[in-house]
């Protein structure tokens, strides 16, 4: 298997992550469409939004607004940002 994977993010060549980042179908196409640098700086972000939003991952609608986050992240659209967020 190839160490570089078409990122989907960044459109080009970059290193894969290790491992799928979770099981099923999903986790699959994302070890095949993400590279590691993308899905690590979602993470970041993702703990970001958990925090600064005070979100409960055990309330389905939180889990399914943090897919929609991820997949418009993935496709450089516009993400939620915390109130009164200043990028660095």
Do not use: H
């Not at 993010?9 to 986790?27: E, H, Q």
């Not at 590279?35 to 005070?54: C, V």
């Amino acid at each position: 298997m190839s160490s570089t994977v078409f990122c989907r993010k960044y459109k080009k060549d970059l290193p894969r992550m290790d491992r799928a980042p979770f099981p099923g179908p999903n986790g699959v196409d994302l070890f095949n469409n993400v590279s590691k640098k993308a899905w690590q700086e979602w993470l970041s972000f993702q703990t970001m939004l958990i925090n600064e939003k005070q979100l409960s991952l055990a309330d389905s609608e939180t889990r399914k607004y943090l897919n929609e986050q991820l997949q418009n992240f993935l496709d450089n659209k516009i993400t939620d940002q915390p109130e009164g967020y200043q990028p660095t």
